[in-house]
Structure formats: structure tokens, C-alpha cells
């Protein structure tokens, strides 16, 4: 674990869909919903800009509903880019709930819904210190969640990219099926590609990688985890330059 404390001013933090998901398999759990918003609330209000993108793997992922052979991969991804809205306004509500003034902005236009995602306002909703949703991912299929985090992560000026997710931090293999495998405290983006470590895709990766950006990976379920993570005091593993 690392002690020291890092200082991002503006964050993007890309929160795993499934974190969502109640215990006992339906695709929302207000109770869960409540504690992130109540972490992301605190991490704002002690003074980081916060971006957050949602991945929509707690309802559908377009890849996996493919290979059932009924549907083509652009439907299924539009369905799945709508899941991402679905979890986006559902944490916008919590996070108003908890007392932090949040707005969810969408690639794929729905303005009855939510606002059209645009880059000028997006930042200076972020100067303000509102708490931006991105919704939709980056709007076009065939791609993911965490290829949008980087991608919003560098047009909206973020410092780093937390991703919050099942595990806590980038293992030298799968470490849900690999008991042995090994957590390093920090990567180059180069030799996240060359050893093909599947904890982001290839193309979110390289994204950060052109755009010389740190990617934070850490566990979604430790304690206030958003928090901690970038305080330094819970696991996780930095791939920067
Ligand atoms: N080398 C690796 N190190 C760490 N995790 C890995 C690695 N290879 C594969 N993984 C898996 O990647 C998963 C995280 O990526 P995934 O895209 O499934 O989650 P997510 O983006 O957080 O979820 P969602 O799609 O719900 O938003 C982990 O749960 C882990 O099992
Ligand atoms: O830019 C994007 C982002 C997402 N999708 C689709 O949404 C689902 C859910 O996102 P995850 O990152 O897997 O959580 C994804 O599987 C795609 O089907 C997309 O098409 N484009």
C-alpha cells in the first residue's frame, strides 16, 4: 500500500457497473448507491473536480449479449450505452441526495432526459465544482466505458483516471482466476499493453498512454475506496509514463 498522498486537482473516476448490483442479483441497490455517492460527496467536497463515467456491466455488455447469435454488435452496444445512462442518472440522484450538485451530461442526445454531452461545458460545470456524470460512453459502439474515461479524462483536463473496480489494482494475470498471480504498485502504460493485462482494454490503454495520462486501478469495495484511493490508503496500482 502506498502512504504518499497524491494531490489531483481534477479527477475522472470510472465506476464499475457491476459495483451496482444489489446482493441478491437485481441491477441497482440503493443501499450501495448511497455509500458511493456519500464517498464521491466527500472526495468533491475536500476540493477535487470530479468527472465520473459509469461502465453498464450490471445490466448488459453489447460483447457478451453477441455471441447469443440474435442480435448484432451495434444494437447490442446502443443497449448498452443505454445502460450506462440508466446508471447515470441513478447515481446524479444519489449524489443530489448526498448533498453535491451533479449533472449528467450524455453522448448519445436524449435532451427530454439529460444534456448532450459538450466539452465547454462539461468544463466549466468542473470549475464551479459540480460533479459531472458522463453518460453513454463515448456514443458510438464497439467500443467500452473505460475507453470513454480516457477519452473525457483528456479532453475535460483530468490528471488521472481512477478506475474503481472488482479488484485492487492491475495483477499479472486475472487474479479472479489466477489465486497466484502478483499486484504491482506501478506499470508503465508500454508494458500494460505488452503483457496484455485485461483490466482495461487494449484501446483505453493506449488512449492514456498517447496522452501521457495516469491511470489509477483500485478496488470499488473498500471503504469510502474513491477516497482512499487517491489519498494513498488503500491498494491499488499506477501505470503512468
Ligand atoms: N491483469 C489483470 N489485473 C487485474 N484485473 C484483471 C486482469 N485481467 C483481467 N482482469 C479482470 O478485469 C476486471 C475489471 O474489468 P471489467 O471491465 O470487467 O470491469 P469494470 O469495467 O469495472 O466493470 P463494468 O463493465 O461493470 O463497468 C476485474 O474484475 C478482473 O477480474
Ligand atoms: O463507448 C461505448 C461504451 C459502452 N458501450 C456499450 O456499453 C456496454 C457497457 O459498458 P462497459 O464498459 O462494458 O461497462 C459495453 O459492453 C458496450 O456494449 C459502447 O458500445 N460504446
Given at each position: 500500500m502506498c502512504s504518499v498522498t497524491r494531490p489531483y486537482r481534477r479527477v475522472l473516476v470510472k465506476l464499475s457497473g457491476e459495483a451496482f448490483a444489489a446482493p441478491d442479483g437485481y441491477w441497482l441497490s440503493a443501499q450501495i448507491l448511497a455509500e458511493l455517492a456519500a464517498d464521491i460527496a466527500a472526495?468533491?467536497?475536500a476540493g477535487t473536480q470530479l468527472a465520473i463515467v459509469i461502465g453498464g456491466g450490471n445490466i448488459i455488455r453489447g460483447a457478451r449479449m453477441t455471441q447469443a447469435g440474435w442480435i448484432d454488435r451495434p444494437?447490442?452496444?446502443?443497449?448498452?450505452?443505454?445502460?450506462?445512462?440508466?446508471?447515470?442518472?441513478?447515481l446524479e440522484t444519489a449524489l443530489n441526495a448526498?448533498?453535491?450538485?451533479?449533472?449528467?451530461?450524455?453522448?448519445?442526445?436524449?435532451?427530454?432526459?439529460?444534456?448532450?454531452?459538450?466539452?465547454?461545458?462539461?468544463?466549466?460545470?468542473?470549475?464551479?465544482?459540480?460533479?459531472v456524470v458522463l453518460a453513454g460512453g463515448t456514443g458510438n459502439p464497439f467500443f467500452t466505458t473505460d475507453t470513454a474515461a480516457v477519452?473525457?479524462?483528456?479532453?475535460?483536463?483530468?490528471?488521472?483516471?481512477?478506475?474503481?473496480?472488482?479488484?485492487?489494482?492491475?495483477?499479472?494475470?486475472?487474479?479472479?482466476?489466477?489465486?497466484?498471480?502478483?499486484?504491482?504498485?506501478?506499470?508503465?502504460?508500454?508494458?500494460?499493453?505488452?503483457?496484455?493485462?485485461?483490466?482495461?482494454?487494449?484501446?483505453?490503454?493506449?488512449?492514456?498512454?498517447?496522452?501521457?495520462?495516469?491511470?489509477?486501478?483500485?478496488?470499488?469495495?473498500?471503504?469510502?475506496?474513491?477516497?482512499?484511493?487517491?489519498?494513498?490508503?488503500?491498494?491499488?496500482?499506477?501505470?503512468a509514463p
Open positions: 472526495t468533491a467536497e444494437t447490442a452496444d446502443s443497449m448498452g450505452m443505454l445502460a450506462t445512462v440508466m446508471n447515470s442518472l441513478a448526498a448533498g453535491v450538485s451533479a449533472r449528467t451530461m450524455s453522448a448519445v442526445s436524449m435532451p427530454s432526459i439529460c444534456e448532450t454531452y459538450a466539452r465547454q461545458p462539461a468544463l466549466h460545470y468542473l470549475d464551479r465544482g459540480q460533479v477519452l473525457r479524462a483528456a479532453e475535460l483536463r483530468c490528471q488521472a483516471v481512477l478506475k474503481a473496480t472488482q479488484v485492487d489494482g492491475v495483477y499479472s494475470a486475472d487474479p479472479k482466476s489466477n489465486p497466484g498471480a502478483v499486484r504491482y504498485d506501478r506499470l508503465t502504460h508500454d508494458e500494460a499493453i505488452q503483457r496484455d493485462l485485461k483490466v482495461m482494454d487494449t484501446a483505453a490503454f493506449a488512449l492514456a498512454r498517447e496522452s501521457r495520462l495516469t491511470v489509477i486501478v483500485g478496488s470499488v469495495h473498500a471503504p469510502s475506496s474513491v477516497r482512499a484511493i487517491l489519498q494513498g490508503g488503500a491498494p491499488s496500482t499506477v501505470v
